[in-house]
């Protein structure tokens, strides 16, 4: 079992959907939970980070982490075409050592 | 700032001939680490190094090196290619006090024929 899933997809919505983005991790002592959303030919650049449990929003942007089920989510509201990238959930398992998901990738229809 | 960058763009290499990717930063980052991205595979460590002098293995170390004598860059050897390791790589740094949050260059598409 690898130690973080994630779905390549790709999805796609029309805009202004609500988009979910999700992963599912093994280990439960993780607690740095990140997003990092990645554009066709570019470097990842970091969307949102979580520590522990709980919510977190910027603007349109919501990361979810749930540890007693192991799952981690990105909500994405009012999507827009530029939002159209690859999403990759990261988590930071110390020792400066970190694993990415595969990376999910989404398309927003105008 | 220019960040992380990294030299070349692109490259094709034949087998068994070797060459160094680049890679500087200069926001004074500790921290700093190679990936290579292939599909369906996600990120995967090559080496990385916490400061001046010194570097580790990461997930897939085999047929790379790295040494680390600056702070600001951080060159990553490809010793004989294969085209195993036709890929995309990145460079990343990240600071002490957030070694979380890592910044990435934007990449070196390698194709080894």
């Known amino acids: 079992q690898k130690e973080v899933e994630q779905d390549p997809g790709p999805l796609s919505v029309p805009e202004g959907a609500i988009v979910s983005l999700n992963c599912t991790y093994s280990n439960s002592a993780f607690q740095y939970f990140m997003w990092y959303r990645q554009y066709s030919r570019k470097g990842p650049e970091l969307l949102m980070y979580t520590y522990s449990s709980g919510n977190k929003e910027d603007g349109r942007f919501t990361a979810q982490v749930d540890k007693s089920s192991k799952y981690i989510s990105l909500f994405i509201r009012d999507s827009q075409p530029s939002d159209s990238a690859t999403y990759l959930c990261a988590i930071y398992t110390g020792g400066f050592k970190t694993i990415f998901g595969a990376g999910t990738r989404l398309f927003v229809k105008a | 700032n220019a960040g992380v960058t990294q030299t070349p763009k692109f490259q094709v290499l034949k087998t068994g001939q070797s060459m160094t990717l680049q890679c500087a930063q200069d926001m004074n980052h500790e921290y700093m680490s190679w990936y290579r991205q292939d599909p369906g595979m996600g990120l995967r460590l090559i080496h990385y190094?916490?400061?001046?002098?010194?570097?580790d293995q990461g997930e897939v170390p085999n047929g790379y090196n790295v040494s680390r004598s600056t702070t600001e860059d951080f060159p990553l050897r490809l010793l004989s290619a294969a085209p195993s390791q036709t890929s995309v790589y990145f460079c990343?740094?990240?600071?002490?006090?957030?070694?979380?949050?890592?910044?990435f260059g934007p990449g070196t598409r390698l194709t080894v024929t």
């Open positions: 190094s916490v400061g001046a002098g010194i570097t």
């Open positions: 990343a740094s990240s600071g002490q006090g957030a070694s979380y949050e890592q910044y």
